[in-house]
């Protein structure tokens, strides 16, 4: 009988998690054409301040053997959350928009991972392949929802990385490679539950926010 793959493992693992986040009520109500622009904002917003954090801890793990591989600047995403960010609230947003107190705790344990690279990949799967398949099913309703194109208010959800379906194949594959024994893949599995918690605490919290005639 051969082994499962880690790739197959850690998504069976972290099925559960990935429903829950799927099911946020902020996210039913921006999907249902409910939220104005700017309410739509605060989510791109606190994807900012994650980004900084997760993008920043790729650069300082590029050279590691664990976290390299999965390094890729071409998902880099500050410059596409600028876009959108500067589309929605113009080129002052910095003025206007501040990290949430469950986002202050992503960002945190996402700095944290500078020192554990195989927990550096927990959180690059729990955000990336999320952002590369139902965030394309999100990009293609808030187009309609809101008119945004190319340039600007939904480019975070826009890759430059030509065929998706193969991307994700080597993306699989880059996980079944990685260089850690199997107590390693089990902390990694456990640090995508939380990346999970984490990220989906976010979004309850932009839903605790709207009001109630909104979130119905």
Do not use: C
């Not at 995403?77 to 949430?100: N, Q, V």
């Not at 999100?138 to 929802?145: A, E, N, P, V």
């Amino acid at each position: 009988m051969t082994d499962t793959p880690f790739s197959e493992t850690l998504k069976n693992a972290t099925w559960g998690e990935h429903s829950q986040a799927e099911d946020d009520g902020y996210l039913k109500a921006l999907m249902a054409g409910r939220l104005s622009r700017e309410s739509y904002g605060e989510m791109v917003a606190q994807h900012y301040f994650a980004y900084l954090a997760l993008d920043g801890t790729a650069r300082q793990l590029a050279d590691d053997p664990v976290a390299g591989p999965f390094v890729r600047p071409e998902l880099f995403r500050e410059e596409a959350l600028i876009r959108d960010l500067t589309t929605i609230y113009g080129p002052s947003f910095r003025d206007r928009i501040s990290p949430s107190k469950p986002t202050l705790t992503l960002v945190a344990r996402i700095n944290q991972m500078a020192d554990w690279p195989g927990g550096y990949v927990a959180h690059h799967y729990t955000r990336y392949m999320g952002d590369l398949s139902g965030g394309q099913f999100i990009r293609m309703g808030l187009q309609k929802i809101y008119g945004y194109g190319p340039g600007g208010g939904v480019d975070f959800y826009r890759f430059d990385i030509g065929s998706l379906p193969r991307f994700k194949e080597d993306y699989r594959r880059r996980l079944d490679a990685m260089p850690v024994d199997g107590s390693e893949r089990q902390r990694v599995i456990r640090e995508t539950r939380l990346a999970y918690q984490l990220n989906t605490e976010v979004l309850s919290d932009l839903g605790r926010s709207l009001p109630a005639s909104t979130a119905a």
